[in-house]
Every structure is written in C-alpha cells, then in structure tokens.
C-alpha cells in the first residue's frame, strides 16, 4: 500500500467523524532500551560487518515522546518522539575495505562510532478509542546522526565520518488492547516506510500499567531495522533490537 493511498484512506476516515478523541489528553513517555545490533554498513565494494569488523554489539538507547490528542475534527492528533540511538566499539578489520574514500587494512584495530539518533514527527487519527484503541497517521522519522571508523597510524588517527541526514516517510500504525477496571493493557505500534530504496521498519509489542493517576508502566520489545540504499552515501542493512523499559504519564 502506498504513502499516498494511506493518506486518502486516513483523510476519509477523519471526514467520517470516527477519526478524532472524545477529550483532550496528554501522553509523556520515557523508555530505557537495551538493544543488540548486527548487520553492515557500507560506502564502497565492502560490506563491513558491525559484529566482526567494528566491534559493536549491545547498548543502551534512551526514548522520549510526546503526544496529544484533542476532539476537533479533521485536524490530526501529534505525537514527537526523541530516539537516541549512537555509541561506540573497538574492534579488528577482518579484511581490507574502503569507507567513505579511505582504505582500512586487514588486521587494524578500529575506533568506531555510530549515531543513529532521529526524532519521530507523526500526525495519526484515533480511530477506536474504548477498551480497543486504534490509530492511524503518517510519520517522517528524520535523522541526524553519523557514521564514523578510524585507525591510529603512526601519523595520528585516521578515518572518515559520514554524516546521516534526511528523513524517511512511513506509515504509522498503533493498536492496544485494555484490560477493564484492571489498568494493564497490551498492545503494537509500528512505523513502516520507504523513500528511493531507503527502507525503515520499527516495530514494538509491549504490556503496560497506567494507575488511576495517570503515570503508568509500560515493559516491551522493539526490533528497529534500517536498509539503507544511498543514504548520504551510506548503505546498510541494519538490526536493533532488544526489550525496553519505560515510565508513561497520561493527563
């Protein structure tokens, strides 16, 4: 299904009058995700493996959103949401490639850093909202991160960086599934998008507990994926995931 046919669908469900909240309501967010990453990175002939050349296997990212619902019609809910996402690894080329124009030789000890940090820009409208809640929206996850691998000579530090800087369109989707009179709840949100073979696919499932003040619980796993055709001249086919941890507040 097309960006496109999405939008038209979502604008006939918002004219419909089902697509809009029944009151106005605050939804904040922070999450703690311990993720693994494996895949590869690549700006020339070599795919450079994360795992085996790099170094870089597990991290900890930090998550903060924001969204807010209102009851006027047509006019789409916001949500923002913060993914940071970099860290670093030491690791052993296992064979000689290029990286953004420099050669890294078989055996080098490599200094690698990686930021894939973006924010999440989403306009959705609730289509269910009782023991069921249904949304549906765009969002245009855009980055600002960077890609960087290096070496130490006997001149200094070698490397190059590439910087990451664009945004990718998806498809936003969100369905949970309430308990009554219980709190807890279960639920999926995903974003699912392309944009001239730069692909993204962000997909969580998660169990939550919001109490009768609002703040709530909210434990999951998210799978994070990132094939990148020539994004700022950077290819890849990336993995991240793992299980989170978060604290939600509802007003």
């Not at 997909?203 to 700022?232: H, M, N, P, Q, W």
Request: proline share 2%; aromatic share 12%.
């Amino acid at each position: 299904m097309t960006l496109t046919k999405v939008l038209t669908a979502t604008a006939i469900l918002a004219t419909s009058g089902a697509a809009s909240a029944d009151f106005i309501g605050l939804h904040i967010g922070a999450e703690s995700w311990n993720y693994d990453m494996d895949g590869y990175i690549s700006s020339g002939n070599e795919n450079i493996d994360l795992n085996q050349d790099l170094g870089l296997k597990d991290d900890d990212g930090s998550i903060y959103h924001i969204a807010f619902e209102h009851p006027v019609p047509f006019l789409p809910n916001v949500k923002l949401q913060k993914n940071n996402l970099d860290g670093s690894a030491i690791g052993n080329a296992t064979q000689t490639f290029t990286f953004n124009d420099v050669t890294f030789v078989e055996g080098s000890e490599l200094a690698s850093r990686y930021d894939l940090t973006h924010t999440d820009y989403t306009l959705y409208y609730e289509l269910l909202d009782n023991w069921v809640n249904l949304d549906l929206g765009l969002t245009g996850k855009d980055f600002d991160g960077s890609m960087e691998v290096n070496y130490t000579a006997t001149t200094g530090t070698v490397g190059s960086r590439l910087d990451l800087k664009g945004t990718v369109p998806a498809v936003y989707g969100k369905a949970q599934f309430d308990l009554p009179f219980t709190g807890l709840s279960t639920g999926a949100t995903f974003n699912i998008g392309e944009k001239s073979g730069d692909k993204i696919s962000d997909i969580k499932a998660y169990l939550a507990y919001e109490g009768d003040s609002g703040i709530g619980l909210e434990l999951g796993y998210r799978t994070f994926d990132v094939e990148f055709d020539d994004f700022d001249s950077l290819s890849s086919d990336i993995t991240i995931d793992g299980f989170y941890a978060g604290f939600t507040l509802h007003l």
